[in-house]
């Protein structure tokens, strides 16, 4: 059975990328949860040659209503060129944690944490 949600794949070239990527989304309400896998080893075609790369792989977890969106915000904050932003949609899923992803989706944006000093 469908859902509502989609799983998004952003590859990210280090880690100052990522965070950055992973804070707007949350703070833009674009994403429930951003998890950051690093040690991705990426072989691609690029211009005519094959590239190598390691890079932090962030699965973002969304609204499938938000696909413009997260492209969008992921196209602006992104230093690549050209950056991966695949979805996939989420088939099925605990309920409580569907739920948890819905209510953390929406178009208010939320306040980041102060920062210390």
Known sequence: MATQYDL?????GDRATADRLTAGLLRERLAA?????PGASSAYLWKGRVEKAEEILLL?????????????FVKRNHPYEVPEIIFAAIDAGSRPYLDWLGENTAPKKIKSAPKRK
Do not use: F, I, M
């Open 8 to 12: 998004c794949l952003v590859t990210a």
């Open 33 to 37: 949860c951003v998890t950051a896998l």
């Open 60 to 72: 973002v977890k969304t609204r499938r209503a938000l696909r413009g969106g997260v492209t969008d």
